[in-house]
């Protein structure tokens, strides 16, 4: 288990951008893969992007490719989540999540879990 602590989040403008980051404790980062889910009120939590732990992989949810971009800095222990061209539909709770595998995935396989940025994007 790692302890992970997102930031970033806020109020945004349609067509705007936001970087969201996720600190973790662990010492051995790079044995994690790392994934962004988000949750809209009244539904269900979406895989958004996901990562492997050397940073060379990533995934990505059709309704974000070529918008949002993931990315990690092993050395400071940090994910990001690059979003740009922003939507309403973005709007929800942002979370980040490490599994204790350096492959990533879009599923909902990870036993880490932060405890979530809000993200709020404005027509």
């Known amino acids: 288990q790692v302890q992970l602590v997102e930031s970033g989040g806020g109020l945004v403008q349609a067509g705007g951008s936001l970087r969201l980051s996720c600190a973790s404790s662990?010492?051995?980062?790079?044995?994690?893969?790392m994934g962004w889910f988000r949750q809209a009120p009244g539904k269900e939590r979406e895989s958004v992007a996901s990562?492997?732990?050397?940073?060379?992989?990533?995934l990505y949810a059709d309704s974000v490719k070529g918008r949002f971009s993931i990315s990690r800095d092993n050395a400071k222990n940090t994910v990001y989540l690059q979003m740009n061209r922003l939507k309403p539909g973005d709007t929800a709770v942002y979370y980040c999540?490490?599994?204790?595998?350096?492959?990533?995935?879009?599923?909902?396989?990870?036993?880490?879990w932060g405890q979530g940025t809000q993200v709020t994007v404005s027509s």
């Open positions: 990562i492997s732990g050397s940073g060379r992989s990533t």
């Open positions: 662990g010492r051995t980062f790079d044995n994690y893969a």
């Open positions: 999540a490490a599994r204790r595998s350096v492959t990533q995935t879009m599923s909902n396989d990870y036993s880490s």
